[in-house]
T-cell receptor, first 112, second 113 residues
Framework: DVKVTQSSRYLVKRTGEKVFLECVQD?????MFWYRQDPGLGLRLIYF???????EKGDIPEGYSVSREKKERFSLILESASTNQTSMYLC???????????FGPGTRLLVL | AQSVTQLDSQVPVFEEAPVELRCNYS??????LFWYVQYPNQGLQLLLK??????LVESINGFEAEFNKSQTSFHLRKPSVHISDTAEYFC???????????FGAGTRLFVKA
């Protein structure tokens, strides 16, 4: 079974803090994704990566950056957290040419 | 570019009743279609998918969806729901050869005893 793990289930941060969300997958997948999920908006893609050190902007990259130094790990960074970044963050992975995405359990982030 | 519209944000239904969750998509290229399910406090997991071949696809827990190209729809159905089917369901589309899966806004299915 594919396993995608995220470093925290719940996180509370203050405005202006730098926040790191970590995601690790154990199936040697090439592609990894970060989404945010908000009620009524579904999932919106923040960034994705199709290889180590490669990244592509998704639909809502503003205020976020990512890092992929190793194939199994994809980090999402909030450089200076703001209250409008309070959300559920979901990481996913898929293999090259793979249509199915495998999701982690999510990190619920609250920015005060 | 693709887009997905889930026509119902919430669907309440009694246990053992049939249910249909509606999904329409638009795309200028051929697509793959998916339904994902999210149980409370969990991530999404694949329920079923259409890639090619038979337009009727089924899941292991009794859900089915039919790809209708002329209507650009991929509605999800189950003839008899259980309490345990209470979850949020997301329809999604991926252009063939593409990277970005586009998700609908979700439909919250609430099964009542």
């Amino acid at each position: 079974d594919v396993k995608v793990t995220q470093s925290s289930r719940y996180l509370v941060k203050r405005t202006g803090e730098k926040v790191f969300l970590e995601c690790v997958q154990d199936m040697d997948h090439e592609n990894m994704f970060w989404y945010r999920q908000d009620p009524g908006l579904g999932l919106r893609l923040i960034y994705f990566s199709y290889d180590v050190k490669m990244k592509e902007k998704g639909d809502i990259p503003e205020g976020y950056s990512v890092s992929r130094e190793k194939k199994e790990r994809f980090s999402l960074i909030l450089e200076s957290a703001s209250t409008n970044q309070t959300s559920m963050y979901l990481c996913a992975s898929s293999n090259q040419g793979g249509e199915t995405q495998y999701f982690g359990p999510g990190t619920r982030l609250l920015v005060l | 570019a693709q887009s997905v519209t889930q026509l119902d944000s919430q669907v309440p239904v009694f246990e053992e009743a049939p249910v249909e969750l509606r999904c329409n998509y638009s795309s200028s290229v051929s697509v793959y279609l998916f339904w994902y399910v999210q149980y409370p406090n969990q991530g999404l997991q694949l329920l079923l998918k259409y890639l090619s071949g038979s337009t009727l696809v089924e899941s292991i827990n009794g859900f089915e969806a039919e790809f209708n190209k002329s209507q650009t729809s991929f509605h999800l159905r189950k003839p008899s729901v259980h309490i345990s089917d209470t979850a949020e369901y997301f329809c999604a589309v991926l252009g063939t050869g593409g990277f970005k899966t586009i998700f609908g806004a979700g439909t919250r299915l609430f099964v009542k005893a």
